[in-house]
């Protein structure tokens, strides 16, 4: 049996992405620059983190991890996969994302979808968060 993992997000500036999706999802964080990374990326030529081709996600109490990394390709379509979000006042968890940067693409009676930074589209429950 397998076990998740990592969520991958295909993006045009993985930095920035993953700055949204920390601060939307609950218990999660940019991980932190070691030595060693920062020293890979000086390798590379990089010298800002903002930079970062490869940028992870993690949560405080484990589950899966969320990562992002540099495409040369731009989104042309709909994800093939996305995620679905929920919380307790759903209208004040829609004001606060799209303070962040999401864009509310269409309501439907029980949830409604949104778009990250980069267009990519996740859901927001209209129910009680467990």
């Not at 030529?45 to 495409?71: K, N, W, Y």
């Not at 042309?76 to 995620?83: E, F, M, W």
Request: net charge negative; glycine share 6%.
């Amino acid at each position: 049996m397998a076990l998740l993992r990592d969520i991958v997000f295909d993006c045009a500036r993985p930095a920035a992405t993953a700055r949204f999706w920390a601060a939307a999802l609950d218990g999660y964080a940019v991980a932190p620059y070691d030595d060693a990374e920062l020293a890979r990326l000086r390798s590379m030529g990089i010298t800002s983190v903002e930079d970062d081709p490869t940028v992870l996600v993690e949560a405080a109490g484990g589950g899966p991890r969320l990562f992002f990394q540099l495409v040369p390709e731009g989104k042309s379509v709909k994800n093939r996969v996305h995620l679905d979000l929920v919380a307790v006042d759903a209208e004040a968890e829609i004001r606060r994302l799209t303070a962040l940067g999401a864009t509310v693409l269409a309501r439907y009676p029980g949830n409604v979808v949104l778009a990250d930074p980069e267009g990519n589209e996740f859901c927001l429950l209209l129910r009680t968060a467990p």
